[in-house]
Nanobody, 124 residues
Framework: QVQLGESGGGLVQAGGSLRLSCAAS????????MAWFRQAPGKQREFVAG????????LYGDPVKGRFTISRDNAENTVYLQMIGLKPEDTAVYYC?????????????????WGQGTQVTVSS
């Protein structure tokens, strides 16, 4: 079992920045994927960014390319999402996700464990 704990959400004005953190604990695997998804009210959960734990290869959803950066701290089993140039449409609950396999995926169903989510609100 893997537990994920997110932090760092909040309220920010448009154009501002936030950094989200997600720490993984429990029975983590030697090579895995961690990712961020988000879900706005009335919308489906969507892929934001993912990173492979061994090589650090990254993948981003089109709406956040060039504004968000995913990174990891291997020693701390923590993944970060640095968000800059935030827009009101980035407002959502952001979820950390863990996938036991090594291939990056944008599919919600591909991930095995989920955090509880952290709210990000961007005011105009």
């Amino acid at each position: 079992q893997v537990q994920l704990g997110e932090s760092g959400g909040g309220l920010v004005q448009a154009g501002g920045s936030l950094r989200l953190s997600c720490a993984a604990s429990g029975r983590t695997f030697s090579n895995y994927i961690m990712a961020w998804f988000r879900q706005a009210p009335g919308k489906q959960r969507e892929f934001v960014a993912g990173i492979t734990w061994s090589s650090g290869r990254t993948l981003y959803g089109d709406p956040v390319k060039g504004r968000f950066t995913i990174s990891r701290d291997n020693a701390e089993n923590t993944v970060y999402l640095q968000m800059i140039g935030l827009k009101p449409e980035d407002t959502a609950v952001y979820y950390c996700a863990y996938r036991k396999f090594t291939a990056l995926s944008v599919m919600v169903s591909a991930y095995d464990y989920w955090g509880q989510g952290t709210q990000v609100t961007v005011s105009s």
